[in-house]
């Protein structure tokens, strides 16, 4: 068994109704090339968690046709939410729509061996450009998911543990973030975020801190291919 991570996807149908390479381009085709390193590296008992931005697509009945195709990829997937993933709806209607597809990460934790995967789609930090007054309720509703997520998973007697977000829980070793003090508190050995895109990848913070592996995993930044955890 295997765990991998790769975020900010940013499928939009077939053929791509958004192509990426505004962007520049190395976005040229990059659906196909994630779904090729999938299917080289992926096997059935494997896991990948899905960092957000997974669709570009506004309502969840459009996001069909780009879950659908993930859905056919070897493995096991555990999905949050992004902030473009305007489809993004109730877990009920999610979880009806696609059966056990995928596992979405939201007030819960999933499972796998002894390990329990936690998280949630974080929110910018105080201190980054843009931030607000209304931003600090976003900021500490996340906080206050994360923290149900990750005391839902200690308190079924799990001590591995994996958190997944999309924004970064920090941007730099000095900073403090209520999402690093829960990371801290819960003895976190991984933690695998996206949100960030190149060339903008060196703003922040990845390595080990207080023991856990900070890592962004955003597709353009590994190449288009999935980071191996486990």
Known sequence: MNIFALGDLHLSGNPPTKPMTV?????QEHPNKIFEAWQKTVTANDLVIICGDTSWAMQLEDAFVDLDEIANLPGHKVILRGNHDYWWASLKKM????????????????????????GTRGWILPGCDGFK??????????????EMSLESAVNAGFSKIIVAMHYPPIY????????????????VSHCVFGHIHEPKNDSVFE???????????????QNFELYKLI
């Open 23 to 27: 962007f520049g381009e190395h976005w």
């Open 95 to 118: 979880q009806a729509a696609f059966e056990d597809k995928f596992f979405f990460l939201q007030n819960n934790f999933y499972r796998i061996d002894d390990i329990a995967i936690c």
């Open 133 to 146: 007054d209304d931003d600090i309720s976003i900021l500490t509703r996340e906080t206050l998911r994360l």
């Open 207 to 221: 390595g080990v801190l207080n023991n856990c592996n900070y890592k962004l995993v955003s597709c353009d930044t």
């Open 172 to 187: 730099t070793f000095e900073q403090n973030s209520p999402f690093r003090d829960l990371i801290d508190k819960y003895k």
